[in-house]
């Protein structure tokens, strides 16, 4: 596999070493099913539960593959250093607790506390900074040179290791979902969904990959149709708190390569889309992961999905600030 | 097995025929647990989770059972009458819509709307009325009435092929926790842990089995205390809206004889354990079912649990009327 320093986007046979390499650390999540969903969308929905991986979310994948990987390149243990607003930074700190290793996570001001305490839980030492992304690097490498040459910085999507590592839940739909058509992921940095790209399109290029992004993010779906990545220009506001990343440099290419459309979500779509999963599969699902359940339930008006009968939908995480979750809408 | 007229309880032998009878229909539904509440509480937990079983609760299981002898039973087909504010209802109302029958449903005016809507949603016809016994029963009476001499009463438990149809998930935990030392199931009216009893206690009597009960109910544990079955006075005051039920006569022998002890949990135990099971397990818990959870959490200060290690906890539901739940206590 390349160097993470080769910045080169993993490939699928680095995917699959990377499922052995995280096999001993992570949960091989389930896939659940809803009669009462399926009848009212007309597919057959299979939904991969990443709200049970350790941690409440696929991060951890990603997160346990880069920082094994680093080890192994290393004599001294790494000091691990990441930048997250929740649920990479839980991923790093709970990863580091496992390999004995010290976490510092810079957390931005907007993080959820319930992620925060998630993050001192596991042992990691949280640096609170302000929202904007200048601010958020400056203190980065203020951490970076306080923990000296040992400081070894885990990008949450834009490193070939965690890219794979995430992208084993594409090797793991096609095992659990054989006769899968689509997939349908939440996008944010693109780490995830450029996983699992590589993985599916290696092995069945036949699948359809869909990228459910907010409205109010946008710049996934403006790149998508500009056919060239779009900066975002300022920190978009929505309820889905883990994807408001602007796309990655290494997760863009593959992502127009591969993509076969992105679908935009309103705020509304995404909260009752949470809602009715609640109710319907019984399972908490966060934000972020109702945005892909909301872009699946519109799925039926693309022309693209055509012919497609069995959706994977990726439940991307389950950890949800309960204290401060809007009200059920009325219907 | 007995004749339903005959109000023996059911032994191990007719639940292991229930278990047949309704395989075809049912989930065998998985066991969930959580190294975070492991270290919390010092046991192994195993949580048995109902709260996926087709209709959100165990209750399918008892009533697709005695549904399905009663056809066996009959030339003509029958017409279910119920009374229920809500999970046996939506157990009824969906046996008969897979059986091709009709179910009449006697819901009492606190039934949650999304139980009421539920029940219509799988063609049951819903018949209100007031909060008092007196009352539901003599609405019951006229639905017969009006229904003919093919109206079949499915009581929701004091009918033993209901207690066999619920006591199979005894049989599943035993199979799935084979070293179970302990198991907790919130009760109400206690078709479900009266199965559990028999059928545990037949296969492997050393495990220890707790009830589960709102405070506010009582009638559980004022006649365990008192050996002997002691009336509800009123409909009791409980956010756990599927436990006040008062014991019935044909489950009371069984929890007499078997039961290791009644654990009362308080409102505010109910809640917060229902907010930590969401937040740990990633699930919906309905609050009878966090009565469970609750119970589970004072396991500890109970002498008899001295050398419990392995506690299975019955998730017993997860229909919860999510626009209605009081928030998340501050901590």
Chains 1, 2 share one sequence.
């Not at 993993?10 to 499922?19: E, G, H, W």
């Not at 601010?135 to 040459?149: D, L, P, R, T, Y």
């Not at 708190?241 to 779509?269: N, Y």
């Amino acid at each position: 596999m390349a160097n993470p320093l080769d910045d080169v986007p993993p490939t699928v046979d680095d995917i699959r070493k990377a499922a052995e390499t995280i096999k001993p650390f992570i949960y091989r999540t389930p896939i659940m099913t809803s009669t009462s969903l399926d009848e009212m969308h007309g597919f057959n929905f299979y939904f991969k539960c990443e709200n049970f991986q350790r941690t409440g979310s696929f991060k951890f994948r990603g997160c346990m593959n880069a920082v094994t990987n680093v080890c192994l390149n290393r004599d001294t243990p790494p000091i691990l250093v990441a930048f997250s607003s929740g649920n990479h930074a839980q991923a790093v700190a709970k990863t580091a607790q496992l390999k004995g290793l010290k976490a510092h996570i810079v957390m931005p001001s907007y993080s959820p506390a319930v992620k925060i305490n998630s993050v001192k839980d596991f042992g990691g030492s949280v640096y609170g900074c302000g929202t904007l992304m200048p601010e958020i690097m400056s203190k980065i490498e203020e951490v970076k040179k306080e923990q000296g040459e040992n400081a070894v910085m885990i990008h949450p999507y834009d490193n070939p290791y965690v890219m794979a590592g995430q992208g084993t839940v594409g090797l793991e739909i096609l095992e659990q979902v054989p006769n899968v058509d689509a997939i349908v992921v939440a996008v944010s940095g693109g780490g995830l969904i450029s996983g699992i790209c590589i993985a599916v399109k290696s092995i069945k290029p036949s699948v359809k990959i869909y990228a459910a992004e907010p409205e109010n993010v946008g710049d996934k779906y403006r790149s998508f149709l500009a056919k060239k990545r779009i900066p975002m220009e300022s920190r978009p506001k929505t309820i889905a708190d883990g994807l408001t990343a602007p796309i990655g440099s290494l997760t863009w290419p593959v992502l127009q390569e591969h993509l076969t459309d992105v679908i935009p979500v309103t705020e509304e779509e995404i909260i009752s889309a949470m809602y009715l999963s609640w109710e319907r599969l019984k399972i908490i699902v966060e934000p972020s992961a109702a945005a892909a359940f909301a872009a699946s339930f519109k799925l039926k008006h693309l022309s693209s999905s055509i012919g497609v009968q069995n959706v994977c939908v990726v439940v991307c995480g389950g950890n949800v600030d309960l204290a401060s979750i809007p009200p059920k809408p009325s219907t």
